[in-house]
């Protein structure tokens, strides 16, 4: 049920994301965000809107959740709050990277298996460590990220046994390559 | 350190990874047992008489079937089950099974096992397509079903699902998706016989082919939760795994080629319980990219059933390999008919309906009947039809017997049963 009530909710702010509000207040943006989080899990035929972006999607990541409800929360109030531009900058790089690092490979390149990791708790202490790097050097962003990841996978909070998909999804990954390719050519204008 | 000394709520996100840490850390399982639970093959009484036994398990006429596979019961029954619609990747699809009486020699009524529906709903995703199916009794008492799931795309979309029953299948849990990939997990399928580990764990051999082709293990606990995944091959052209276990520590996992010629049978051994696999090559068997099953007998050879051909699936034999499935020898020619090509309808149909009455019974006169006024784009295209027999599974019962399942000619899942004393005149 938990994980139905996650992709209820990773719907809802995809869907909150993507419509434009701007002419709405505050209130009316909290109604919208209300009504698409009843809408997404009121079934038609037996299937909801959830079941059909889940099925496309797959179950996104809690770092992609939090990415998320950062972009949401900016949507009431200053983003840089909760999400500096600076910081998710990092956040962008470090999820191109374990991209880098995790797909290729997984997808059958190699022998070698760098998904197995996420089975292991050799991946949970690197984690861990690297959110203590990333408050040391005050990327509060990503650290709160992986952290939340850490939490949600204790506890189980997606139907996944591996730590890898509570980190990182494909979707993830292209945001992040995009982010990195974009303030690349910016900065090169 | 005076900033977080200022604003210790900066540490937040490492108290929340130091408590996750601990949690994370007491959930995590024993050292795994790589023992497999392997038991040496049941001996056939001395002086049993040969048996060879043919039957058809499906009884539907107008429904394309496939991807049998096939359990024996701990009462000494048989279920057997396939998936079959409409047409390969059709909505209408479901997991059919049935089961097999050993006192009437008969197999039962087919039954749906899932749907798309009932699956759709247990795993809270749309679903577009079924496939695979794969039937085991675990030595716990679970009787585990284990099947395929496409939401978007064709088979290379595919996850997997896994459902059990406690009551010899009559009844069944509600499905739960195993999250095998990282990549919006898809691409993960089933076709092979699971093995057991000692410490009530299973292996699923499994196979992905999403832009790769490759094999590999998949390590589930007694509730089918994985615990880990191990690699049986990388790259593009290895697919379909059986694995055969000659004790609890060595195995060699038999694979489907769908690489360039020659093409031949793949093999991989493991000498540690399947924890590592050495690099697949090619054996001396011809495998013309598709699926083999293979069992282990008790003087250590390996019993396989397969299409020994370069190209086409009309031809399945019963071959034997004393060298780890390096070399194999025919022993019988299960299923065969021309050179593969295509015949005229009327050819066709005079060799099929000899085929149908010789594995169904002469009492099946009314469904060849039925069956043969549809025979339809699952065989013939235009007026030329052909014949195929893939995907066979085989298991041997612990009353000794063997029994291999495969689809015939795309309409009917066949059974075959025999016993030690037929295979030992081969």
């Not at chain 2, 695979?132 to 979309?157: M, R």
């Amino acid at each position: 049920m938990h994980s139905q009530l996650y992709a209820g909710l990773f719907c809802t702010l995809l869907l909150f994301l993507l419509l434009p509000v701007g002419r709405l207040g505050p209130a009316a943006r909290a109604a919208l965000l209300a009504a698409l989080g009843l809408a997404v899990l009121v079934p038609i035929e037996g299937v909801n809107l959830t079941m059909r972006i889940r099925a496309i999607s797959g179950d996104l990541s809690v770092f992609s959740v939090y990415w998320l409800a950062c972009a949401s929360a900016g949507r009431f109030t200053a983003i840089s709050r909760l999400a500096p531009p600076r910081q998710t900058r990092t956040a962008a790089l470090t999820i191109a990277i374990a991209a880098l690092f995790l797909y290729p490979a997984t997808l059958g390149l190699s022998q070698w298996d760098p998904y197995r990791l996420g089975y292991d708790f050799y991946l949970p202490m690197f984690c861990a460590a690297l959110v203590g790097v990333m408050i040391w050097t005050g990327q509060r962003f990503t650290a709160m990220a992986v952290s939340l990841c850490l939490a949600a996978y204790a506890v189980r909070l997606l139907e996944s046994e591996n730590l890898w998909d509570y980190l990182l999804d494909p979707w993830l990954a292209g945001y992040a390559f995009y982010r990195l390719v974009k303030n690349r050519t910016r900065g090169t204008a | 350190m005076d900033k977080y000394l200022a604003n210790p709520a900066r540490l937040l996100p490492l108290v929340v990874s130091a408590l996750a840490l601990l949690g994370i850390w007491q959930q995590q399982p024993d050292a795994t047992d790589w023992r497999i639970a392997y038991a040496d093959p049941h001996r056939q009484a001395d002086g049993e008489t040969a048996g060879f036994h043919s039957q058809f398990v499906s009884s539907a006429s107008d429904l394309f079937v496939h991807a049998a596979s096939i359990s024996a019961l701990p009462d000494g029954s048989l279920l057997s089950a396939w998936f079959g619609g409409s047409r390969e990747g059709g909505r209408d699809v479901n997991i059919y099974g049935a089961h097999y009486d050993p006192a009437t020699a008969r197999w039962g009524d087919d039954i749906i096992l899932a749907s798309r529906e009932s699956t759709e709903k247990a795993v809270q995703r749309t679903i577009r397509k079924l496939g695979n199916p794969v039937v085991s009794q675990a030595p716990d008492g679970k009787l585990w079903l284990f099947y395929v799931s496409v939401s978007v795309g064709g088979w290379a979309g595919s996850a997997l699902n896994a459902s059990y029953s406690i009551d010899g299948g009559r009844t069944w849990t509600a499905p739960t998706r195993l999250i095998t990939s990282p990549f919006a997990n898809i691409s993960t399928l089933v076709k092979g016989t699971p093995i057991y580990y000692r410490d009530g764990s299973i292996g699923l051999p499994v196979y992905h082919e999403f832009l790769g082709k490759f094999a590999e293990l998949l390590r589930l606990d007694a509730d089918a939760r994985v615990l880990d995944k191990i690699r049986i091959s990388h790259g593009k052209h290895s697919l379909q795994p059986v694995i055969v276990a000659a004790s609890s520590g060595s195995a060699v996992a038999l694979m489907r080629y769908a690489g360039a010629p020659p093409k031949r049978l793949l093999a991989s051994p493991s000498d540690d319980g399947g924890k590592s696999w050495s690099t697949p090559h090619k054996t001396n068997i011809a495998n013309p990219n598709s699926a083999l099953a293979a069992v282990r007998l008790e003087n250590g050879d390996i019993l396989g059933v397969m299409n020994d051909l370069d190209d086409g699936r009309h031809q399945l034999s019963l071959l034997r390999s004393s060298d780890n499935g390096e070399n194999w020898r025919l022993l019988q020619r299960l299923e065969g008919h021309g050179q593969g090509q295509l015949q005229p309808r009327e050819t066709y149909t005079r060799q099929l309906e000899a085929d149908f009455i010789d594995s169904a019974g002469p009492g099946a006169r009314a469904l060849w009947q039925e069956y043969s006024a549809r025979l339809d784009k699952r065989v013939c295209s235009d007026d030329l039809c052909r014949f195929i027999y893939d995907y066979p599974y085989m298991i041997r019962s612990p009353n000794g017997d063997y029994h291999i399942v495969y689809t015939w000619n795309k309409s009917f899942i066949k059974h075959l049963r025999f016993n030690q004393a037929w295979l030992d005149t081969l």
